[in-house]
Structures are given as C-alpha cells and as structure tokens.
C-alpha cells in the first residue's frame, strides 16, 4: 500500500514535471558574430549574459571571430545560410559594400517588429545619422565610435607647451613651435608627437585639407591628390626637422616613459594608457587651424542584420538585444570607448571619464565610402612610407589612389 | 629483376599495389584533388566571395605576365623576385646549421640529448610566439640585439637589408629543428664499421664525412634541400608579421615596390583580407607559384640524381 | 707491451673525450644564444600590459612584477575555453597522426617496393599537384566541407592534412635504404606483401614513421588558418587557433598571446620526448645502408 502511494506520488511528480516544461517555453536563439576578441570580447559578453539572465524570452550567443578572419567567414558563410549568424558587429563603412552584395538587409525591418523601444536616429550620437545609413537606407545601429585621438602627457605639457592645454587643440604650427622650442633647449630626449598608427593619423590629417575621398555617389573615389601631397608634406616636414619620433622608435615606450609629449592613438586605447599611471587627457589629433571646430576621424562598430529568413520571434530578439544595450552601454564605455547610446553619454558617470570631452565638443567624420575598407587596406601598405621619405609625396598619392582604384575594379 | 617476379606473380600483382595505394589515393582524391581543381578553375574567373565566379578565359594570367599597367603584374614580378631571394638566401642555412648541429650533437658529447631537445625547441613554436618574441628581439631602439651588439638603433625592421638579415635569422630558427632531427636520424644509421675502416685508412675527419657520411645520408639530404626549398617558396607570416613586407623601394606605374614582400603575401591580400577579395586573381597567381616550386623540384632532382647519390 | 698499448688507449680517450667537452661545452653557450627569444617570450608572459609596452630593453628581460594575471586571463576567458580547445587539438592532432600513418606508409610501400604501370609517374603527378600552395585551396576546401556538411565539426579539420605526399616521400626515401635482400629472402620462405609491410617494413623505418608524427601533430597542432576559418563555435576551436582570441583586434595583449602559447606548447614537447626515444634509434641497418 505504501509502496503503490509513493508510486503515485513520483508518477504524478513526475507527470506535473513534464507538463510544466511543456509549457515553459524555450527562448528564442539568436547567434550574434563580433569583432570583439580580447578584452573587448570580455565585456562584450558579460553584457550578453547579462541580457540573457534579464529576461527568459531571447537568448544571444555571442561568438567573438578576428577582424580579419570575421570578413572572410562573412563571404564564405553567405552561399550556405545555415553557417549564417543572425546578426554581427563590424565597421558601419562596411554596411554599404555589405548592402551591395546583399550581405545584409535594412534595419528597418527587424527594429519594426519591436515596438517596446523607439530607435529613433536621434537617440543616438548625433554622427550615427550619417553612420548608419548607406544607399538611402538604416543599414546599422551603432554600438560606439572607435576614434582617432591624441592622448597628452600633462605634466610635460605643461612643461614645454601650457597654451595647448588651454584651448585643447594642438595645432601644426604648435608642434613647430614646440619642436623647436624642445632643440634650441637642447632637449633631446623629448620629443613632441608620436604617431600611433600611420592610416589613422594620415587619414585624420586629410580631412583636415579635404572633406571627403568619395564622390556623391559614394563609389567613386575623389581622393584629393593635391590634399594627399599637402598632408605628407606636413608630417614630412616635422619629421625631417626631429619633432616627431625616429624610425624604429617603439612610441607606446616612448610615451610610457615620459619622451613624447603627445601621442596619437585611438579610443580603444584609454584603457591600456590609463595603466601607465601617467596624468593624461584625451583631446582631438593634430589639427591645422585652431578657429575652426576640429572634426575627427573616427569609425563605428555597428550591428548590421544578416539578410535571411528571420522569423518575428527572431527579429524581436535581435531588436531586443539592441536595445538592451542602448540601455546598458555604460559597462561598454567602461572598457574605453565614445558611445553611441545618448542617454548613457548623459550620464555622471560617462561624463567623468576621459573621453568625454572628445564626444561631447567634437564631431567625428567617416566619409561614407563604399570601398572604404580597400581604401584603408592599401594605405597601412604604404604606412610611413612617404613621411619617412622612401617615396615622394607625389608618388604616394599616386600610389595609394591606383591601387585602390585597381583593387576596387578587381571586386566589382 | 624485380620486373621479372612481377612476371612470375602477376596472379596477385595487379591488385596487392591497388590495395597499398588506395587509402592514399582514396584520401588525397575526396580532400586535396577536388580543391586543388577548384583552384585551377577559379584561376580562370573573377570570383568575388559571396558571389558567383564569372568566367573571364585568361585573363587573370594576361594580365600578370603582359599588363603593365596592372598592379597584378608588379605584384606577381616583385613578389617572385623577393621570394627567389629568400629561397636562395635561406635555404643554404637551413640545410648546414642543423647539417652541423647534427654532426656535433651525433659524437654524443656530454648532455647531447638535452642540447637536441634545446635546439629543436623553437620548431614547436606557433607562428604567433615566434613573431612577438623576435619583434621584441629586432626592437630598433633598445631592443636586445642591437643592446648586446652595441648597435645603437639599428633599424632591424624597416631598413634593407637588415629587414632580410633578421628575416632570414627568424626563419632559420624556427624551422631547423625538423632539419636537425631528420638528420640526427640519419646519422644514427651511418655505419660505424665503416667509419672506422676509414679512419684505419687515416682519412681525416673531412675526408670521412665527404667518402662515408655524406653518401650515407643523402636521400634524408634531398628530401630536406626539397621540401626546404618548397616550404620557404611559401614564406608568409613571418615577413606579415614582421612588417607587413617592409619599406617602400621603388614605385613604378603607381605600385609599391615593397622591399620583402613575399608572392605568397600578395597572394593572401588578394584571396582574403578584410577588403574585397578576388579569388579569381589570386588562385591564378598561386598556380603560377605551385608551377615555379614544381619546376625548381624537378631541377632539383635532376641534379641530385646525376650526382648521385 | 700489452700496458703500453691501454695506455696508448687511455690517453687518446681522454684527448677525445677532452675535445668532446670542450665541444658540449660550446654547444651549450650556442644553446643559450639560441634560446634567447624563447626565454624572452616567456619571461614576457609573466609581464603586465604596461609593462609589456613600457620596458621593451635587455634590462628590463625580467618582469619587475612578475604577475600570472596573463595566464590566469587565458585559463578563465570565458570566450577561450582553453582546455575544451585544448582537448579537441588533441583529438585532432592524435587522428591526423593515426591516419597520416597508415595512409603514408602503406603508399610509401607501393612506391618503393612494388611493381605497377606508370608507378613513378603516378607519383610525380601527386607530388607536383601538392605544390600549389594550401591558401588557395581554402577557399574552395571551405565549400567542399561545407557540401559534405562538415563544417563546424571536428573532422573538418582532420582530414585536410592525411593524404599530404611529403610524408609519403620522406618515408619512401628511409625505405629505399632497406635492403631489398631482406624482403626477398622473406619471399622466398613464402611471406607475401602483405607480411612483408608489417613484419620488415615497419620495424626498420619506425625512426622515420616517429619523425613523421613528430611533424604531424607539431604542424596539425599550431595550423590556425584553415580552423579558424572552418570552425566557428569556440567550443569546437582548437588550441593555436583560439588564442588569437585572446588579443585585441588591435593586437594590444600579446603578453596574454604568450602566456596561453607557452601552455600550449606543453603537449607538443611532450609528443617530442616521446618521439626522440625512437628516431634517435636510427635505422640501425649498419653497412647494409644502401646510397
């Protein structure tokens, strides 16, 4: 009798068991592909868990795939949609070429399906109007804005150079200045700009000479060669005169170790510099007039939507997602970067940190080329190529406009 | 005489090497043949991941070998004229330093297990270790080498030919343990019964390795001068990682003309990289690669065969 | 007479023995110089990101802090299950090896030592067909895979590297030093090919087979380029592949590169000491070798 009770008792259990997971629904899966390895990829999925332990509906299964290799598998993935991720993050230059080969699909679509949330472009950093859409269409939602910088030194600065910290801008003529300020002292172990990253600081020169390298159309190159010349011949000059750095110079060390009193890097580097214990701010690179409200140049890393199938359920999740982390994109600006969410970079907190003052004063500029991408391929080949004077500037225009003009052909 | 026994048994001769060959050639059909085809194929298109190749005849090789207004063509003359380079600059080292090392490590002087085991270390390296831990070596300014030679800032990196010097250190070191071990084995078998009727002969040490050692292990020889010489015709990470193929030397028809940039690197650019790639471009110049190794293998051969060894 | 000559003997020894000293002796100092950059790298690993950036000189070769955080970093990353990664290199490397055996040595056998048309030709056709370099073949090899359905799986990542005809030409070239007296007088008491293979064969080239698992599993252990392009889900990743993720896409970490390498490296020196007992036999075949 005993026996047959607690029988019952299990078989009932058991039977109530199975009809309540019958009715808990299992949540809707979303595989999301980032750019994000590293320390990055870190805090990118703890906010993922973080969304998945905030609510039972959705569930993102992040996978953080190499900048490099992420291209690669996009293009490979496409002709077999089950290897396909729902959506990933990559560069919002990308989304216009993504657009034309049909990689991914208007945003409209999917952020629709969730009416909880209004994606309005205006709710996001004033750069993403222009970011985020590519050939008349919201191709991506931006996350933040990777941005070339100028991290300085305070304590040298106010050393050698006080003016340049008053009005936060560092003009050409500044360094000159300085530069020569720094030999007729007979200083020789400080130097006053080193370069973190040739495209980035080349490229941030140029749209100081010139506004744009695309045509209206946003495929042809209009790369203003006389530009390209006038912006080698610059840093050629302070590098011929021993302003800047010395070729083979390791300029991280330098900057670590008190010999450069600026230093351009990006935004992703706020965190790595912050552990120099060096007292420090970030304001805008290099710029020619100090009049003039200096632009820089800056990309974003972007959720662009794969262009499949995608179930109601699917695109809710997604939108979801997103949302969250407009919401939550304080733990992302933690990690070092300008966000794109307004309401995040209104607050105490965001506005404490050091790239505050860039996102708050400055604009940020990413001519929206199609082929941006090749564009900045063939200039990290060149590097410093033209400034260290292996190649004349005029050859250096020609160069990089060709190759890029040829690769471009090569992939239409 | 072996062809007559073939006679004699061809009960069972026909099928016993089928039998043999067949894993290999079952494995090498279903995995290697069928890209390898595609490859070719491709070589013939203008084949942009994520879409449909498109046939364009030969146009691909038209363009390297005659166009001299294409960057293909620079990049296919400079970047086979760098790889030659490293091949003939290389290889000679790759094949002596563990030729040599072996020799000594063979008298098995005292610890010469652990001296092995030193020496082959670096082959077990990742491309990845090997790369960081010789940039921090190659540091122009205050880097180890330049510090413990008193170089001041020698520039090891972006400055010919030391960018080739280091790359050459870099790629010896990595790769000469497989050398080493190959020929440690090798040695191992050299008859000592031999070697020693030598020497009763009073053949000196030099004379003894050219009459008795040297004819003991050339097959282990040839298989390392080729497949050496094969292995750095596909140099590639090392000059990527090191600097991207180095400085500028020359520019003609508005291309670069980088100082060590390896075919195998333009090869890469241009099959995948984050910017848009032409497969079609680069299969086509990595069959003209695949035939230069193949040529010089057969040459190689023929050399060795009529020195015979 | 009989003292004169040991004595002789004895002192010759110790010159030789004398030279041979001085010899290891050398070889030592060379080994120090040689090790240096894999000393630095490890030595590296144990270093903070500033550190790492801001003391790049020979002074600074030790870390001023030595810290563990890089591997500590590499072992909890949630995104970099180094062990999971670990073990499927090792199902990987460990079924590359266990194939390339079988598969290399029983062609080798053909080659060498059989009869059959057009044998040379057949080879030098497989042989120049492997010249054209791998990355070319990716892509198409991604779309072979991903017909079969294989992507994403283990075996993916196996079978590319087994029929590889190098192997197939160091083995042939160790068993052309068999004599082939060996193999007849085998014959003759009524072996047929087949015992032949596994009873001569096999025992005399085991150095050679030993040198092919060696590089084998060192070269299927640290390939990064076709597993990070087949397999996407980090727990399918292998090892060498996986650290890449470790760095940013800026390459701003490469102490943490480091110190997941030097973990990953441990397998293949153990597979080394391993394979040392063996090919350090030689082929043993004396003056039977053949040039």
């Known amino acids: 009798m005993k026996k047959t009770l607690v029988m019952l008792t299990v078989f009932a259990l058991l039977v109530s068991m199975t009809v309540l997971c019958g009715f808990a629904e299992a949540p809707v899966e979303v595989e999301l592909w980032t750019l994000f390895t590293g320390p990055d990829g870190v805090t990118m999925s703890s906010i993922v868990d973080k969304y998945n332990t905030s609510q039972g509906k959705y569930k993102v299964n992040h996978i953080a795939i190499d900048r490099e290799n992420l291209y690669t598998k996009l293009a490979l993935a496409m002709t077999t949609p089950d290897d396909l991720p729902d959506f990933f993050v990559t560069y919002s230059y990308d989304s216009a070429r993504f657009d034309k080969l049909g990689y991914i699909k208007p945003m409209e679509e999917i952020l629709e399906k969730y009416e909880e949330f209004d994606f309005a472009i205006d709710k996001y950093h004033d750069a993403c109007a222009n970011l985020n859409y590519a050939n008349g269409k919201r191709m991506s939602v931006s996350l933040d804005f990777p941005t070339w910088g100028m991290y300085v030194n305070n304590t040298l600065a106010e050393k050698y150079c006080p003016n340049v910290l008053e009005d936060k801008i560092l003009t050409w003529d500044e360094i000159k200045t300085v530069g020569a300020k720094l030999q007729a002292d007979g200083i020789e172990d400080i130097k006053v700009l080193g370069g973190g990253w040739a495209r980035n600081d080349l490229l941030a020169t140029y749209i100081n000479f010139a506004p744009t390298y695309v045509a209206d159309d946003g495929e042809t190159l209009a790369l203003d060669k006389d530009a390209v010349e006038k912006m080698i011949d610059l840093w050629k000059e302070c590098y011929d005169a021993g302003y800047l750095w010395e070729e083979g110079d390791d300029v991280y060390a330098m900057f670590a170790c008190d010999e450069l009193i600026f230093f351009t890097n990006g935004t992703w580097s706020l965190n790595a510099i912050d552990e120099y214990g060096l007292d420090y701010s970030f304001i805008a690179s290099p710029q020619l007039n100090a009049d003039v409200e200096p632009v820089l140049f800056g990309a974003s890393h972007a959720f662009m939507v794969v262009n499949k199938e995608t179930s109601d359920d699917e695109a809710k999740a997604m939108a979801s997602f997103m949302h969250y982390f407009y919401e939550n994109s304080i733990e992302w600006a933690r990690a070092g970067s300008i966000v794109a969410s307004k309401i995040t970079a209104m607050s105490d907190e965001y506005q404490a940190m050091p790239q505050a003052f860039v996102s708050n004063n400055y604009s940020i500029s990413n001519p929206n080329y199609v082929y941006s991408q090749t564009l900045f391929d063939v200039l990290d080949g060149l590097g410093w190529d033209g400034v260290y004077g292996n190649i004349s500037s005029a050859d250096f225009a020609d160069t990089w406009e060709k190759q890029t003009i040829e690769k471009v052909s090569a992939q239409q | ?309 | 007479m009989l003292y004169k000559i040991s004595l002789k003997k004895t002192k010759k020894y110790l010159r030789k023995n004398w030279k041979k000293d001085l010899l290891s002796l050398c070889l030592f100092a060379l080994a120090v110089i040689w090790l240096c950059p894999l000393f630095f790298g490890f030595t590296a690993s144990f270093k903070s990101n500033v550190e790492m950036k801001r003391f790049t000189k020979l002074q600074n070769i030790f870390p001023i802090d030595w810290t563990t955080y890089n591997y500590e970093f590499a072992l909890n990353n949630p995104a970099t299950p180094l062990g999971r990664m670990a073990n499927n290199s090792f199902i990987v490397s460990v079924c590359t090896v266990l194939l390339v055996l079988v598969i290399s040595t029983t062609s080798a056998y053909a080659y060498e030592r059989l009869d059959f048309p057009h044998k040379e030709k057949l080879f030098w056709l497989l042989f120049g067909l492997s010249m054209i370099p791998g990355v070319v073949s990716l892509v198409s090899q991604y779309f072979l895979y991903d017909k079969l359905g294989w992507t994403n799986k283990l075996i993916s990542l196996i079978t590319p590297n087994i029929a590889s005809v190098f192997n197939i030409y160091l083995l042939r070239n160790f068993m052309h030093g068999i004599p082939k007296d060996l193999d007849e007088s085998a014959r003759i008491d009524g072996a047929n090919d087949f015992m032949i293979y596994t009873n001569i064969i096999l025992p005399c080239i085991r150095p050679a087979m030993m040198v092919v698992v060696l590089f084998t599993f060192t070269s299927s252990w640290n390939d990064v380029m076709w597993p990070s392009l087949a397999i996407t889900s980090p727990e399918k990743q292998t090892i060498t592949a996986g650290i890449r993720l470790l760095n940013d896409s800026y390459g701003g970490y490469y102490e943490r590169v480091l110190a997941a390498c030097m973990l990953a490296m441990i397998p293949t020196l153990i597979v080394y000491i391993f394979a040392r007992r063996y090919f350090m036999q030689g082929l043993h075949l004396g003056s039977a070798i053949k040039g």
Not at chain 2, 44 to 49: A, D, E, G, I, R
Not at chain 2, 195 to 205: F, V
Not at chain 2, 261 to 266: A, F, G, H, N, W
């Open chain 2, 1 to 309: 005489m072996r062809k007559t026994k073939w006679k004699c048994s061809t009960f069972y001769a026909w099928w016993v090497p089928i039998l043999f060959l067949l894993p290999h050639l079952i494995a090498f059909c279903c995995f290697n043949l069928v890209p390898i085809l595609t490859g070719i194929y491709a070589s013939f298109t203008k084949w942009t991941l994520g879409k449909t190749p498109e046939w364009v005849g030969l146009n691909n090789y038209v363009q390297m070998f005659f166009n001299k207004d294409s960057i293909y063509y620079w990049q296919l003359r400079w970047g086979m004229e760098s790889t030659i380079k490293f091949v003939i600059l290389c290889v000679p080292f790759k094949i002596l330093i563990p030729l040599i090392l072996a020799l000594f490590l063979s008298s098995k002087c005292r610890g010469h297990k652990t001296l092995q085991t030193f020496y082959y270390l670096p082959s077990l390296l990742s491309l990845s270790v090997v790369m960081v831990s010789w940039r921090y070596m190659f540091a122009p300014s205050g880097g180890i080498v330049n510090t413990l030679l008193s170089l001041g800032k020698l520039n090891w990196i972006s400055v010919s030919p030391y960018n080739w010097v280091a790359l050459i250190i870099i790629t010896v070191w990595w790769g000469c343990g497989s050398n080493l071990v190959i020929y440690q084995s090798a040695l191992e078998g050299v008859s000592q019964e031999i070697l020693e009727a030598a020497e009763m002969d009073g053949a000196n040490a030099i004379q003894k390795f050219i009459n008795v050692t040297l004819p003991s292990i050339s097959f282990p020889l040839q298989y390392t001068i080729v497949t050496s010489v094969i292995a750095e015709f596909g140099i590639w990470g090392q000059p990527d990682m090191f600097n991207k193929g180095g400085p500028t030397i020359e520019v003609i028809n508005g291309v670069n003309h980088q100082s060590n940039k390896m075919i195998m690197q333009y090869i890469a650019e241009s099959g995948f990289g984050s910017s848009g790639v032409n497969a079609g471009i680069a299969s086509a110049m990595a069959l003209i690669l695949g035939a230069t190794i193949f040529i010089v293998s057969i040459i190689q051969f023929r050399i060795m065969r009529r020195s015979d060894i």
